[in-house]
């Protein structure tokens, strides 16, 4: 063992130092500091290396040092007693010079860390909640440069008692034996004591069947008489327990205490539990019987239990139906029954997954589950552990939610719980929102050159989506204020760019952040920044040289774009010469896009460049361009025309092409001219109209090909040849003609039914036969019900008719039509025979020409019709009158119908007889004869005196038309009472009524 030198006081215990080394110490003017190797073995686990550096300040003052003694507690071993559960509190009080250090330690093993608290700058130890591992020695040690002292606290952890085996009631039958049991924890340990009916076992009544043996009482062949009250007292330092038990002595047959013919549901394999409680003295023996079979006595799948417990470790669908508990002892048997019904579980089948959805999208999270279909469930939604309160926005369906125009507040964790009376399962999943990133923030501009300048932002939040790129745009105040544009874009990973700029420019900025939803919000803009001016570095686009007369030329181009402008003042400088010619450039300076030269020959190829200028000077010249003057109208024509390999649609054609100078221009094209100047059938008619088609002059053989021609036609064509801007002459006009073709179709085709059992069918020839026609094929077959074979009928082209016998009214036929000549057939008509459905309605159909209703619908529109015609009539002639009533008293010999040499005029006659046939009223004047005549025809009409004449018959606008019929107003006599024209007896006549109408 090692051995360490140690300063030691009065007060202090030299422990383990041997005398010599201690006298060396003590004769030793120098205080020497000990070594940390030389301390206890616990102080070496808990002394830090820190030291007191107060050496030359003491040394200054002059102060004696002391090594540390303690003041509390006194001695080197004190003990300390706490309870089970309280907290512990140790306090060491030190004196010495320097002052000393407090360390805790513990000798058994370490202090209890987590449960440890130091107050008092040590000197305190605190400890929570003792335990008995809390027990053993705590060392206190008080350390110095002067040396050091221990005290030694040995802790007992004690409790009061506690219950291990508490006495129960018994119930027993004459001659049986029982046993209490009184057991109990504690420190130091607690002591039992045995009291019956209230007063100590010892001094109470003997009983020889009554027998004590520490904790336990033991009662043999127990009597009626041996009812009591037991009771058992543990007590130790630090309390006691106190525990009643009654033994009861009794003979009573088996019954059931508990609820009877239970139902109990479980979900198949899980564990149950059948309970059957019942009372019986002496205690009765319990079975379980399932289908006539004691179960839970040979283990398997039961565990039965004394109390009359039935377990079932794992229920399957054949552990259901009926259980019957049987108790029984020699007084009797009790039954009861319980139903158990296995369930299927409840699974998820498709539970909720993650979702990333875009803001403003639907999100559809899937709860669909698989359960019993006898136990009804419950479906609720939770989010983040919340219940989901569902409206107008969130709507649950049968096996799923749906969140329709999803933000940022629907993200979080969503939970489908679904329950039954038996079991529950839930599933999570995560809702993400994504969206379009927060805009850039604080934009700065610095590192300013003549073109470029730094920008830097701060990147707004992603969203959820990461931010791809950063799109910068720019604002210039000058050409078009408030018009952003789009300068450049930038990686996702870059807040800190160099713009590429342009001169004289007042230049503004702002930014976008773009992830894969979509752009942000822009930026707040930047502050301004002008650059200077300089010379133009854009070359003018699109230079070319159009010529629009034959001596002219314009000279074009597209304008620089603003921005590109550079300064000032932008203006172009155009420059042209002949091609292939010495002579030197010219120019021209000019605000506009196009120069014209007005001095050019006929189409003459210019070579041409083009400069922009400003204020700061001259841009890059642009790569020579050559134009051309403007075109003369050709002046010759194509020779050699002709045509070859026709067929009934389309011709060839060839031609010699003209001399490239007699084009005056680039040559566009070849075109013909032609047109159909009538039919090879001498009796068709045709149309003229003229056609064009343009062929390429590029081919080394020049042809072309007609097509589109109608067959069997006579052809007109000639051709010229085009540059861009003229057509020339044309050639001479050749014909040609179109073979025969295959016929178009029929003007029209119908079938009609005649009669219930005949079908009637009639066509006309085609439009444009296409050639001569050599007859028609008439096909056609049943297409209702089975279908037929198809029939076909040739026809000679003089036959445009056919009418077939149809065996059955209601079956329908369906009938194609087409011409033919002697190149083959042409395109079908097709037609189908009209559909009746009953034979009533056939009947209806053919026979409504003999039905009373429609004759008599025929006249009443005929009537009508009649009548309108007399009133446009009467409208018509309201403008001139005869004075009728002025001759009312003229003799009416004038009147008769009779020729100068005494012959009757029939013509005149029958006028008359029209006029008196009309479908007038008939009055009592009407029956008198007419005045002055004398003369009958067959006995019906004689002219006599009558008061109703017709110079009686004025109205004051009746007429006669050139043929003598009368077309006036009947109204009745012209003498008779004005006041008389309603009040009369007689009946209006239909007349007044029309005229009335007019």
Not at 151 to 179: I, M
Not at 561 to 566: A, F, G, W
Not at 687 to 698: A, L, M, N, P
Not at 811 to 833: K, P
Request: with cysteine; net charge positive.
């Amino acid at each position: 063992m090692e051995t360490c030198t140690s300063p030691t006081s009065s007060s202090v215990t030299p422990g383990p130092l041997t005398a010599a080394m201690l006298a060396l110490l003590r004769q030793s003017s120098r205080r020497i500091p000990t070594p940390s190797k030389c301390l206890p073995r616990h102080l070496k686990m808990t002394q830090q290396a820190s030291h007191l550096n107060h050496s030359d300040f003491h040394s200054a003052r002059n102060v004696a040092e002391k090594v540390p003694s303690f003041l509390s507690p006194p001695g080197t071993v004190s003990s300390k007693v706490v309870l089970r559960g309280e907290q512990l509190v140790l306090k060491c009080i030190a004196s010495g010079y320097p002052t000393p250090v407090i360390r805790w330690s513990k000798m058994d093993g370490d202090l209890p860390t987590r449960k440890v608290k130091l107050e008092d700058f040590g000197k305190t130890l605190r400890i929570m909640s003792m335990s008995d591992e809390n027990s053993g020695e705590y060392v206190c040690t008080a350390t110095n440069r002067m040396g050091f002292v221990s005290h030694t606290v040995v802790v007992h952890v004690q409790a009061p008692p506690s219950w291990v085996n508490k006495p129960t009631n018994l119930v027993l039958t004459a001659e049986k034996n029982g046993r209490l049991l009184c057991r109990a924890n504690g420190v130091p340990k607690a002591t039992i004591q045995w009291m019956v009916n209230g007063e100590p076992i010892d001094s109470a009544q003997p009983n020889p069947r009554r027998q004590v043996v520490g904790d336990t009482l033991t009662l043999n062949s127990i009597q009626m008489g041996d009812s009591a009250v037991y009771q058992c007292n543990a007590s130790n330092d630090h309390g006691y327990l106190l525990a009643n038990a009654f033994i009861s002595i009794q003979e009573v047959a088996p019954r059931m205490v508990g609820l009877r013919n239970q139902v109990v549901k479980v979900i198949e394999s899980n564990r149950t539990i059948l309970y059957c409680p019942f009372f019986g003295s002496p205690l009765p023996e319990l079975r379980w019987v399932k289908d006539g079979l004691t179960v839970g006595v040979d283990g398997g799948p039961y565990r039965s239990y004394p109390n009359g417990t039935l377990e079932i470790r794992r229920a399957r669908i054949n552990d259901q139906g009926s259980y019957s508990c049987v108790a029984s002892n020699f007084l009797g048997r009790a039954e009861n029954h319980v139903h158990l019904e296995v369930k299927e579980p409840t699974r998820m089948i498709r539970p909720p997954e993650h979702l990333r959805a875009i803001r403003g999208s639907i999100a559809r999270f899937e709860c669909k589950v698989k359960h019993d279909f006898s136990l009804p469930v419950t479906v609720s939604w939770l989010k983040n552990g919340r219940h989901l309160s569902l409206g107008w926005r969130l709507r649950r369906e049968d096996d799923s939610l749906t969140i329709p125009n999803v933000h940022r507040e629907d993200e979080g964790n969503y939970s489908c719980v679904v329950r039954t009376e038996l079991d529950r399962v839930s599933a999570s999943a995560r809702l993400i929102i994504l969206d379009q990133p927060d805009p850039p923030t604080d934009l700065e501009l610095s590192d300013p050159t003549e073109r470029t300048v730094r920008l830097t932002w701060v990147p707004g939040y992603d969203n959820r989506s990461p931010i791809k790129e950063f799109l910068v745009q720019y604002e210039e105040d000058y050409w078009e204020p408030g018009w952003w544009k789009n300068l450049s874009s930038y990686p996702g990973n870059l807040n800190s760019v160099i713009l590429p700029l342009k001169p004289f420019i007042n230049y503004r900025f702002r930014v976008f952040a773009v992830n894969a939803i979509g752009r942000s919000l822009p930026s707040r803009p930047s502050q301004r920044y002008q650059t200077s001016g300089a010379a133009p570095d854009a070359i003018p686009t699109n230079i070319r040289g159009v010529g629009t007369w034959k001596t002219r030329m314009d000279i074009r181009w597209d304008a620089l774009q603003d921005t590109e402008r550079n300064g000032p003042r932008l203006r172009y400088l155009v420059w042209w010469r002949r091609r292939d010619s010495r002579e030197e450039w010219k120019n021209a300076t000019t605000y506009w896009l196009r120069y014209t030269i007005y001095d050019a020959d006929t189409f003459t190829p210019y070579e041409i460049k083009l400069q922009a200028v400003n204020d700061f000077g001259l841009g890059p010249e642009s790569n020579i361009v050559i134009g051309y003057s403007g075109e003369d109208r050709p002046i010759a024509a194509p020779t050699d025309v002709h045509v070859s390999q026709t067929d009934s649609t389309m011709a060839t054609v060839h031609w010699t092409p003209v001399p490239y100078k007699t084009i005056m221009g680039n040559v566009k094209e070849y075109k013909a001219y032609y047109w159909r100047e009538s039919s090879q059938l001498k009796w068709l008619g045709v149309s003229r109209e003229k056609k064009s088609k343009g062929f390429d002059s590029t081919n080394s053989h020049p042809m072309g090909v007609l097509t589109g021609l109608i067959p069997y036609s006579n052809y007109k064509m000639y051709m010229v040849v085009a540059n861009n801007r003229y057509e020339g002459p044309p050639s001479s006009i050749i014909e040609f003609q179109t073979t025969e073709g295959v016929p178009a179709r029929p003007r029209y085709f119908r079938v009609q039914q005649r009669h219930m059992d005949t079908l009637y069918l009639d066509w006309d020839r085609p439009a444009e036969p296409n050639g001569i026609l050599t007859g028609y094929t008439l096909k056609y077959q049943v297409v209702n019900g089975t279908r037929g074979a198809r029939t076909q009928l040739d026809f000679p082209p003089n036959t445009t008719y056919y009418s077939m016998h149809r065996p059955d009214r209601y079956t329908r036929y369906r009938f194609s039509l087409a011409a033919r000549t002697q190149l083959g057939i042409g395109e079908f008509t097709m037609e189908d025979s009209p559909l009746f459905t009953t034979e009533a309605f056939t009947r209806e159909q053919v026979d409504i020409a003999t039905q009373g209703w429609f004759i008599g619908l025929m006249c009443a529109i005929a009537l009508l019709v009649v009548i309108l015609l007399i009133v446009c009539f009467i409208k018509k002639s309201r403008g001139g009158k005869y004075p009728v009533r002025d001759k009312k008293d003229l003799p009416l010999d004038s009147l008769e119908p009779k020729d100068q040499d005494g012959s009757f005029d029939y013509r005149s006659f029958e006028r008359i007889n029209r006029v008196s046939t009309l479908p007038y009223p008939k009055r009592e004047e009407d029956n008198k004869p007419l005045r002055s005549s004398q003369i009958s025809l067959d006995g019906m009409v004689k002219m006599q005196d009558s008061d109703d004449s017709l110079v009686d018959y004025d109205g004051g606008d009746g007429q006669f038309n050139e043929d003598g019929s009368f077309i006036g107003q009947y109204a009745g006599k012209k003498d008779r009472d004005d006041n008389e024209g309603n009040l009369s007896s007689e009946a209006t006549s239909p007349m007044n009524a029309i005229y009335s109408l007019a």
